[in-house]
């Protein structure tokens, strides 16, 4: 209809009114791209909102995953005190001794884990798409976060292949599964007085294993003590951009 009304207009050479024409044209034009551009920035948007709410969901499930394993790191480093403080204390009874022992190797002699939640992450810088987080504070807290992830793991796995490489021993020497409450029921069984003589023979074999265990609690909640508050804080920016 506008194309053939121009046509016309041309035709009367009413120039006049083809300038209205091409006004209107230019008009249209202009904003048929602005409700395009208003879409796609709308599209964007919503896009934003959804990945922001991602990454809370994994925040919040990482942030309880570091809480948990750091209790679980805390009550392995008691039971490893309490049989270190055993082993070595001649007032100890048989009972005493391989109750400690029990708990050592039951809760104290296994490895903290630490897998962050971060396919959300992983996926944007993967795809070139991280931008799409607009609050620049936001991108760079989750930026350092993950740098945080990674030394974290690092760190914790590269000590436990450390650790393992003496686990053999404890194991296969000692036969250290008869005092794990989960698979001493496998074993033929011994008195009381037996298992104490044997934990005292070896001592300085299982002295050895805990210090390495001890070490690796330790320095995994340290890990976890600076994390929880720095995946909080990522959090923190995040609640407060979907609110705004």
């Not at 930026?143 to 030394?151: E, I, W």
């Not at 194991?171 to 989960?182: H, I, K, N, Q, S």
């Amino acid at each position: 209809m506008l194309l053939r009304r121009i046509t016309k207009h041309v035709k009367e050479q009413n120039w006049f009114a083809v300038g209205i024409d091409f006004v209107i044209v230019v008009i249209g034009v202009f904003i048929g791209i602005q409700v395009a551009n208003w879409n796609d920035a709308s599209q964007e948007r919503l896009t934003e909102a959804q990945y922001l709410d991602r990454f809370a969901i994994e925040l919040e499930l990482t942030i309880e995953q570091i809480q948990e394993e750091r209790a679980f790191s805390e009550s392995a480093l008691s039971a490893i005190q309490a049989f270190s403080t055993r082993l070595y204390d001649p007032p100890t009874t048989d009972a005493e001794l391989i109750e400690a022992t029990n708990g050592f190797l039951s809760e104290g002699a296994f490895f903290a884990k630490f897998k962050p939640h971060r396919t959300t992450f992983d996926d944007l810088v993967t795809t070139g798409n991280f931008d799409i987080i607009s609050n620049e504070a936001i991108r760079t807290a989750l930026t350092k976060l993950h740098a945080s992830y990674d030394n974290a793991e690092q760190t914790i796995e590269s000590n436990i292949e450390w650790i393992q490489q003496g686990e053999d021993r404890v194991y296969y020497e000692f036969d250290a599964f008869r005092f794990d409450e989960r698979t001493s029921s496998l074993f033929d069984e011994a008195s009381q007085e037996e298992l104490a003589e044997d934990v005292r023979d070896n001592r300085e074999l299982l002295r050895r294993h805990a210090a390495f265990h001890f070490w690796l609690k330790v320095r995994s909640i340290e890990l976890y003590v600076e994390l929880e508050p720095e995946a909080q804080a990522a959090l923190d920016l995040i609640h407060q951009e979907m609110s705004e």
